[in-house]
């Protein structure tokens, strides 16, 4: 049977010998064409997609608009890139102290994305949030491989029910609106791309991201000032290569395998639990790594993506640099907040053990005290604090003490190399076997059934309290059980 859609002719397929993508024939003129019914191979069009520096000539167009930031501005972008993952759902937030720079970075890089694959709001309230894209008026539209940028996010708009269920793997959001429960059906997930100067988002919404902060040295800010000059000096904008943003639309979501994967989680720090989502976060950066590569990568016979080194060693990088304030869900307010908690241990003398909100509220006034009461309860929730009860002996009344148990770091991630991804590739052709064989066994077994040495059939007679005993070819009859418990009629 034949299905066809549009020009499509299912049952006419091949393979382009240059880039390994399936062909199908089109009715109207008799060709093959390219996925998206495009006649050209991609590679012809834009070569950049077998450059095995692709993903450095792409940041290489960054530099000519963003100055510096090398650590936010490659976490971000392959982050973004992400949405060519099947699957995958790499939630960024951007975090700093207001004009540190957040907005114009997110900017640069989704303006190489096509404008069909970003959805951009500079303000959104959580009502209209609630109503975006809704499934009865758009029954079509989907999330997956798009970026959802929201400029400058709020606490009450990261409180939103619908933007939990879309930074996660939900699909469904029940909201109360005008005293009536509404169900609302999101289609997709999208990659989130937020930024923020002043939210602290609870834990149940920091678990969803990962937070990348920007340099605010003064060495940064001069760079800054100086680019801003020369631009106005030269009085034109940046543009950024067609054969870049040619290339990145011509790609397209694929699924990803990590032969290696087995290897990175028996290192990979379990302190936390939230570890066992972050884990995932990382293979994501490996996955967006091989799919920005999928020209150059292999594929398997489930038409899968297979991850080398390269994609390891490139995440690694990304997620070397952001891994600290990540793992504990610190936006730059909380971080901020932290460091200022830690520099109240050094201080022996004052502060020799803990401190108390009002001690820490006089040292670091850039809160106000209740803003610091929120931020300590925060940290703690974050493991990053203790919160002891002490008597004042004035007053007689308990009394927080706050003290500083965890640290920011890295997390150190393995060294692999070739031979790791060959002995990953063995034991997965070993599993694969495996798996084959035990599927022979039980297609065998399903065919021919082999039944247990007291295995007896029963038979009751309808209207007959006797049940009748058969026992297989070569066993002995077993003596009827006692029918007192069998009603009458049934039939075993």
Not at 258 to 284: C, G, H, L
Not at 317 to 331: D, N
Not at 439 to 457: G, K, R, S
């Amino acid at each position: 049977m034949k299905i066809n859609i549009g020009v499509w002719n299912m049952e006419e397929k091949s393979t382009c010998e240059k880039c390994g993508k399936k062909l199908e024939k089109s009715i109207s003129s008799n060709s093959m064409l390219h996925p998206n019914g495009n006649p050209k191979c991609p590679i012809d069009e834009y070569p950049i997609l077998k450059n095995p520096k692709i993903f450095d000539l792409i940041d290489g167009e960054l530099e000519k608009t963003i100055e510096n930031e090398k650590i936010a501005r490659r976490a971000t972008l392959l982050s973004c890139l992400s949405v060519f993952v099947k699957g995958a759902q790499l939630n960024t937030c951007l975090t700093d102290e207001s004009s540190a720079g957040k907005s114009w970075i997110a900017k640069q890089i989704i303006r190489l994305f096509p404008e069909s694959f970003v959805e951009y709001y500079t303000k959104m309230t959580p009502e209209a949030f609630t109503y975006l894209h809704p499934s009865d008026k758009e029954p079509d539209f989907s999330w997956d491989g798009k970026i959802c940028y929201l400029e400058d996010t709020s606490n009450k708009l990261l409180d939103c029910q619908v933007f939990k269920v879309m930074a996660s793997e939900g699909s469904r959001a029940a909201v109360v609106m005008k005293q009536q429960t509404v169900v609302i059906d999101i289609h997709g997930q999208p990659m989130m791309l937020i930024t923020t100067a002043s939210a602290t988002p609870n834990i149940e919404v920091a678990n969803r991201f990962n937070f990348i902060s920007l340099d605010r040295s003064e060495g940064q800010t001069r760079s800054v000032l100086m680019r801003i000059g020369r631009n106005k000096k030269r009085g034109k904008t940046e543009v950024y290569s067609e054969q870049v943003k040619g290339a990145i639309q011509r790609l397209e979501r694929v699924a990803v395998k990590i032969p290696y994967a087995e290897k990175i989680a028996e290192s990979y720090p379990s302190k936390f639990v939230r570890a066992r989502r972050d884990i995932t976060r990382f293979f994501n950066l490996i996955e967006a790594s091989a799919a920005i590569h999928q020209y150059q990568r292999k594929k398997d016979n489930e038409d899968y993506v297979i991850a080398t080194i390269e994609d390891y060693n490139l995440a690694k990088e990304v997620y070397g640099a952001i891994s600290s304030s990540t793992q504990y869900g610190l936006p730059f307010s909380l971080k901020r907040a932290f460091e200022a908690c830690q520099k109240m241990m050094e201080n022996g003398k004052l502060f020799p053990k803990a401190f108390t909100l009002d001690e820490i509220a006089a040292a670091h006034p850039f809160l106000t005290r209740s803003n610091w009461d929120e931020n300590l309860s925060k940290l703690a929730e974050r493991g990053l604090l203790t919160i002891d009860l002490e008597k004042n002996p004035d007053t007689k009344r308990d009394i927080r003490k706050f003290k500083v148990v965890g640290d920011l770091h890295q997390i150190e991630l393995p060294e692999l190399n070739e031979q790791d991804l060959q002995d990953a590739q063995d034991r997965q052709d070993t599993q694969d076997i495996q798996d084959v064989e035990k599927q022979d066994a039980q297609d065998v077994q399903a065919e021919h059934p082999v039944y247990p040495a007291n295995f007896i059939t029963l038979t009751l007679t309808k209207g007959d309290s006797t049940p009748q005993s058969e026992a297989g070819e070569g066993k002995d009859m077993v003596s009827n059980p006692s029918p007192a418990h069998i009603p009458k009629g049934e039939i075993l």
